[in-house]
């Protein structure tokens, strides 16, 4: 499993995130090596100076003339252990690098512990005389003398988050329109040209992208109109056929009603052509129960003798539906599954909450389809039962497709183990 992230906000976060970071050890490593370092070895280099001075010139004798003029002047005290332990030497810090490099310049072991707050101390006990304690006061030094280098890492890796997504928010804004739009073009639906903003070549993709929208648009108003006038050119002469079939004899009732019906089946084609190039998209959605439809669809649906239908409805979310929409899907489906499959079929219904959907699901009890055959049962002009001579345009399907992915979902056909094709299709719904 890749933890790294898949978006572009999130992948140029990482970037300067990682960057960020490597600038900040680069910094540390430069300020400690060439600044921090050096001041601790200049003091370093300093106390020892200062207490090889003290014991040079005997100032840590109470009896020296120098000694109460070189407190009073430098700030320094000499202690006994435990008199020092009252002064605050219980509260120091032992720092071994300082003792260490002390040590070094002193010529033995010397013991360095510091305190902190408003009387910042070095404390030393030398190896001249480990019996003492000397306390050195250090002036401008104070805890919160490295907080600007933190400070400053801080603000630095703040303003550079805050850029990248800064940066990232203004590319993603025409981005994510665009993805809309696309969706929606992949619904049939067609928006307003988006705006030109963004990088120049931002600018240009949605350039193209809305050329593109706009010569889908045309091609698609080009065909709605050529199937209409095609559907009406082909009306005129149909019912002249039907005008003159009136007028046949009746001892020829036989070809007349042949005619009606070969008719009543062109026109059925016709409707199927129309309905496929109008897509629907007219319709307004409301928010209704599925369960609902499927009810009044088959209590309104004129049952042969021999047909069944089992419902199996579990109880559901509204959804956004076109009604007549979705009434198409089903009774194409139910038609289906009584012509092609058995005459008792069930519908079922279930909620699918990981992926906020609708699923519904008509069960037939035929021979099913052949697996490989599935995937083609949607394309314009095909049909699934060949084998059996059916007629008809082949759009059913296709038509019912386009209904359910205009709503954002998608049909689900499979062969189950009892035998027949189970057909359905998913609805998203939202909370």
Not at 197 to 208: F, K, L, P, Y
């Amino acid at each position: 499993m890749s933890f790294l992230p898949k978006n572009t906000f999130g992948q140029t976060v990482l970037l300067i995130a990682g960057l960020l970071l490597i600038n900040q050890i680069v910094t540390y490593y430069s300020v400690v090596t060439y600044f921090i370092r050096p001041n601790y070895q200049q003091i370093n280099t300093l106390v020892a100076t200062q207490i090889d001075q003290i014991f040079l010139q005997n100032i840590q004798n109470p009896e020296s003339e120098l000694h109460n003029a070189y407190m009073a002047k430098t700030g320094t005290r000499f202690h006994t252990t435990e008199s020092a332990m009252h002064a605050g030497l219980r509260d120091a810090t032992y720092y071994h690098f300082m003792s260490k490099a002390i040590s070094e310049r002193l010529g033995g072991d010397t013991d360095v512990r510091i305190t902190g707050g408003e009387n910042y101390l070095i404390w030393i006990r030398p190896p001249q005389d480990p019996s003492i304690w000397i306390s050195i006061p250090m002036q401008g030094i104070e805890d919160s003398d490295l907080s600007p280098l933190t400070i400053y890492l801080i603000v630095i890796s703040i303003l550079s988050v805050a850029g990248g997504w800064l940066f990232v928010r203004r590319l993603n804004r025409p981005l994510q329109a665009l993805q809309k739009a696309a969706r929606q073009v992949g619904k049939g639906q067609f928006p307003e040209p988006l705006p030109l903003e963004g990088s120049t070549e931002m600018v240009s993709v949605t350039n193209a992208f809305n050329k593109m929208s706009q010569g889908i648009h045309q091609l698609e108003s080009d065909r709605a109109l050529m199937t209409a006038g095609i559907s009406h050119d082909l009306r005129t002469p149909l019912t002249r056929i039907r005008l003159a079939s009136e007028m046949l004899p009746d001892d020829q009732d036989w070809v007349k009603d042949g005619i009606e019906h070969d008719i009543e089946d062109m026109n059925a084609i016709i409707d199927q052509f129309i309905d496929y190039a109008r897509q629907d998209q007219q319709e307004a959605t409301e928010n209704v129960d599925l369960n609902k439809l499927i009810q009044e669809l088959v209590n309104g649906r004129i049952m042969e003798p021999d047909h069944y239908i089992e419902l199996n409805l579990e109880q559901l979310p509204n959804a956004k539906l076109r009604v007549v929409g979705i009434k198409r899907v089903l009774e194409n489906l139910i038609e289906n599954a009584f012509r092609y499959g058995s005459e008792n079929i069930s519908i079922s219904t279930q909620v699918d909450h990981q992926t906020k959907s609708l699923i519904c699901s008509i069960k037939d009890y035929g021979k099913g389809i052949p697996e490989h055959e599935i995937p083609f049962l949607f394309a314009p002009f095909t049909q699934g039962d060949k084998a059996r001579g059916t007629v008809g345009s082949g759009l059913g399907l296709a038509i019912s497709k386009r209904i359910v992915e205009s709503h954002g979902g998608r049909m689900l056909f499979s062969n189950h183990s009892s035998g027949g094709l189970k057909a359905g299709f998913s609805l998203p719904y939202s909370m």
